[in-house]
């Protein structure tokens, strides 16, 4: 597509379940950047995928947290046993190859959890 | 990630006046950007800087990578209502392809 699709926008869930948040890069963007923001502040990085591999997960706070990009294009994020603390907008970028300055970023997932 | 202090925290200035914010990051960047981000939008791109000292301009707006590399500003001039929104500054350091942002600053624009 033109633009990076993020799905859902919103999603609300209590606590203690699992979700998926969904991330359909430009197409041809090998590189792709999960963030999280939390109210009042900025992006916080938390994945880094080159290709099919996580080349830097380092931002991602625990081991509920997981990304996968299966074939090189779509990713999912993963959040296993919710917590309130999880509740953020999960942004998605993308860019042709790796390197800061072509990122184009998803209008982002909104996630609550209650 | 490195801390990066952006301010000031808002800004609310009457259409036409110039604008100035500015970062500071505790260790050096190789790249500073900054980003715009509407409601319930992602984060666009403005200005990308990548060399120590480097000015650069995109219509209205001025950017400037700071000889230390520690530092970054951006400025806004003749301000228009569509100028409001948070604005970022980001900082890309050598340790890998993360950015690190600031806490953005809130520009509200009157008329």
């Known amino acids: 597509g033109a633009g990076v699709s993020q799905t859902p926008s919103n999603k609300v869930t209590e606590k203690g379940k699992y979700v998926e948040l969904r991330c359909d890069p430009i197409s041809g963007h090998t590189a792709l950047y999960w963030y999280r923001q939390s109210l009042g502040q900025g992006p916080e990085f938390l994945i880094y995928?080159?290709?099919?591999?996580?080349?830097?997960d380092s931002g991602l706070p625990n081991d509920r947290f997981f990304a996968v990009r299966p074939e090189g294009s779509v990713s999912t994020l993963k959040i296993q046993r919710t917590e309130r603390g999880d509740s953020a907008v999960y942004l998605c970028?993308?860019?042709?190859?790796?390197?800061?300055?072509?990122?184009?970023f998803g209008s982002g997932t909104r996630l609550t959890v209650v | 990630g490195q801390q990066l202090n952006q301010s000031p925290q808002s800004m609310f200035i009457q259409e036409g006046e110039d604008v100035s914010m500015n970062c500071t990051s505790s260790?050096?960047?190789?790249?500073w950007l900054w980003y715009k981000q509407d409601p319930g939008e992602g984060p666009v791109l403005l200005i990308a800087l990548y060399k120590a000292g480097e000015l650069t301009s995109n219509g209205r707006l001025t950017a400037q990578f700071g000889i230390t590399r520690k530092d970054s500003f951006l400025n806004i001039s003749a301000s228009i209502p569509s100028d409001v929104g948070i604005y970022f500054c980001a900082g890309h350091s050598n340790s890998g392809y993360a950015l690190n942002f600031g806490k953005g600053t809130s520009l509200l624009v009157t008329p």
């Open positions: 995928f080159q290709g099919t591999g996580a080349a830097d």
């Open positions: 970028a993308s860019s042709l190859k790796a390197g800061g300055d072509g990122y184009t």
């Open positions: 260790s050096i960047f190789n790249t």
